[in-house]
């Protein structure tokens, strides 16, 4: 679309001739007596970078918990890669090749940054798995894996770290002089790094980022952004949610902008930023975009948070 649309009909996607690799439809989502996401349709291309926007209280996080499995919708579906997953735990999903990170990063703070990546990679492992349909000998055959782990398990684990600490590198200096420190000891800003590294270990199809750059300084946002492009650049889906919106607008092949839980536009990251709809979003005043789109368009990043 090159163009902005204050409609909340299901978007179409890049190519007609080609099925999205996420396609959601209606989604409805309800806490007592808020609606958290009011039937939002969206989907994502192969290889494309969707970004969602929104002020506080939107229901982007919300989103991306129905997307993940988090959390489940009342009404409306989720596709990936042309399955109806809808419904799917979060374990199943990424099995299935969707990661994520969170709003407030996750990492496991008792464990290096390396055996933090490594979780990333757990549904990709085949040599340890015990057999099929044995409920009760399978503790007790990871047990023997674990004390006298045949050569097949020490090569996979072997090709698995390496393949971890390449993507660890991704991070430069930020990481890889960290690799065997605990997590707990990392800054705020390298902990996030950490959780994107180790959804990065699984080998996603489609990655959701969300807020990848909160609590990062300029310098080190101008850092994310190139890893993000980088990601891009080597053809990962990518859904992000973020609040530094000349991120947001120098990354997105799409802006798709909430309020309230509906789609209030989307469209060419230019052509929102100039949406009255979306001025009138975080500025709270329609004339204000009415008078100077441009202007109040500007001024966007400095108002109302982009949170939830």
Do not use: C, W
């Not at 990936?80 to 090749?97: K, N, P, S, Y």
């Amino acid at each position: 679309m090159t163009t902005a649309s204050t409609t909340s009909t299901p978007t179409s996607t890049p190519s007609a001739s080609v099925a999205p690799l996420l396609s959601i439809a209606g989604l409805v989502r309800r806490f007592g007596g808020l609606t958290a996401v009011n039937g939002l349709s969206l989907s994502l291309a192969d290889g494309e970078l969707v970004s969602v926007i929104g002020p506080n209280g939107a229901g982007k996080t919300t989103l991306f918990n129905l997307i993940t499995g988090l959390d489940t919708p009342d009404v409306g579906s989720v596709a990936f890669a042309g399955q109806d997953v809808t419904g799917f735990a979060a374990e199943r999903l990424a099995g299935l090749g969707l990661a994520r990170t969170f709003q407030h990063g996750r990492v496991f703070g008792n464990l290096s940054v390396l055996d933090n990546v490594l979780v990333g990679a757990h549904t990709r492992l085949r040599a340890v798995r015990p057999p099929l349909g044995l409920p009760l000998l399978g503790p007790l055959a990871e047990l023997g894996l674990a004390l006298l782990p045949p050569a097949a398990v020490r090569a996979e684990e072997e090709r698995l770290r390496a393949e971890a600490t390449e993507i660890i590198a991704l991070f430069g200096d930020r990481l890889t002089p960290r690799l065997d420190k605990p997590a707990h000891s990392l800054s705020y800003a390298n902990r996030r790094r950490v959780e994107i590294a180790r959804a990065l270990a699984l080998k996603p199809r489609l990655l959701l980022l969300d807020e990848p750059t909160a609590g990062m300084n300029p310098t080190e946002t101008a850092e994310m952004l190139e890893i993000i492009r980088g990601l891009k650049g080597r053809g990962l889906t990518i859904l992000l949610i973020e609040h530094k919106l000349d991120l947001v607008m120098q990354l997105s092949d799409r802006v798709v902008v909430m309020d309230h839980g509906a789609r209030i536009a989307e469209g060419l990251p230019s052509a929102v930023a100039t949406d009255p709809a979306v001025i009138e979003a975080y500025l709270g005043h329609k004339a204000v975009g009415a008078a100077n789109q441009d202007d109040a368009a500007a001024v966007v990043p400095t108002k109302r948070g982009i949170g939830e």
